[in-house]
């Protein structure tokens, strides 16, 4: 981005003078490792680990008529571990076990130097001051455990399964404090003293910034694969899904839920048929 300011202007509201262009740049680094391991026949076992990072200096905020100082610092980071475990006992029989630990991590702060307090926007000239973003962060962490598990049969083919999630969110948002001004006179008013109260409007963020809450999900499936005739095939089965929400604040101000339902009566039945032509 660049920048539009005019430097009488920046010095006219008491701003340091600002580059031409906002110094941002994206880095990104990967990572992925795989292990598979022959534990016995029949019985195999597999790590495998996934992992990037994304460096964003001054991602936004900034440019156009808002000063450098208003710019913030975007980090983005996800990791996860899985392992699965697959048996197999004779020609008609197979296990698939898993479980994964993943967390991802994103956090927008201030840029080294940038001041704090509040923040000033002058309705079509300037902008400055404290980031708005400064303070924003946000981790979540999901653990997972699924088991799917197939019997054929004769012309049937049998699977069960389920896959469970809990999951664990911690938040923070910023506590800004940002006056609106119509004009650069005003706000130089209300600086000297002369008219404190020239602003068009003035919003802040109060309380406790953090939150956290934990959040389950659950699914099982079973089906059949069932082979009719040498060209038409029957699948049919049924399906459960349960999203179960945290315990809400009973004692939250009013413009906030104090109890959340549970989504628990998800049944879905599953039927199809397929049917090969020409044979």
Known sequence: NTFTLSPALVAQVGQPPQPNTVPAYQSVRFFLGK?????????????????????????????GTTTIERG????DAMSSTAVQFVSSWGSNRLNE??????????NRKSHAGAPE???VNITNAIS????????????QGITQILDNFTLIRGRHSFKVGFDFQFVHDTRAVPLTATYVFPTVAAYLAAKSGQNP??????????????FEMNTKLFSAFWQDDWRLTENLKLLYGFRYD?????RANGEAPFAYSKSFKDDANNFGPRLGAAWTLGE
């Open 117 to 119: 307090g509040i923040s």
């Open 97 to 106: 076990l898993r479980a994964q630990y993943a967390q991802r991590h994103f």
């Open 242 to 246: 349960g999203y179960f929400y945290p």
């Open 197 to 210: 109260f020239g602003y068009t409007s003035f919003a802040q963020v109060i309380g406790d910034p953090n």
């Open 35 to 63: 292990i598979d391991y022959q534990v016995a026949q029949g019985h195999r076992l597999t790590t495998r680990v996934n992992w990037f990072e994304n460096n964003n200096p001054y991602n936004g905020g900034a440019g």
């Open 72 to 75: 913030f610092d975007y980090k």
């Open 128 to 139: 400055f001051g404290a980031p708005t973003s400064n303070g924003e962060d946000f981790v």
